[in-house]
């Protein structure tokens, strides 16, 4: 463990990074060492957007100490990078799990939710991220037809 100490604030550096107040990650910065970056930057993968991250945010607009603040930042910026990545991928594959529950063609299916075959495709691989209109009457579609499929085999 480190032998990093906080001083005037209510808070223990072995306490979760995620409930250090912004100071803590300032004295973090300025005097942590290896484990206490380490420390910060597991949080901040764990929840890019999340109070340790906003926390390291505020902290580097008022220090910037050499080296580590970069790469501080850098790993902030590579967390959320590869969260929207993975949120894309997630959104993509319910894209495609409605279209294959519609059980409509491709075709069909984009012009049920008003929109044109080739753009259903970015969808359904994830290079663009429809709108959440979008997605909702996307799931509407898939939800109507397999209910309107269940009428007709009662």
């Not at 939800?143 to 009428?151: A, I, L, M, P, T």
């Amino acid at each position: 463990m480190s032998g990093l100490r906080f001083r005037n604030i209510y808070a223990d550096p072995a306490d979760p990074v995620s409930t250090w107040p912004t100071e803590g990650f300032i004295t973090a910065l300025e005097r942590g060492g290896l484990d206490d970056w380490s420390r910060i930057a597991a949080a901040v993968n764990l929840a890019p957007w999340g109070p340790a991250a906003r926390r390291l945010e505020d902290a580097l607009k008022v220090t910037y100490p050499y080296g580590v603040g970069a790469l501080m930042e850098q790993e902030l910026a590579s967390a959320r990078c590869a969260a929207e990545e993975a949120e894309r991928q997630e959104v993509a594959r319910r894209v495609g799990e409605w279209l294959q529950r519609s059980g409509m063609s491709r075709a069909d299916f984009a012009e049920a939710i008003g929109t044109s075959t080739s753009r259903l495709s970015t969808y359904v691989t994830g290079r663009v991220a429809p709108s959440s209109t979008l997605m909702i009457r996307m799931e509407r579609v898939a939800s109507c037809e397999v209910s309107s499929e269940d009428r007709v085999d009662r």
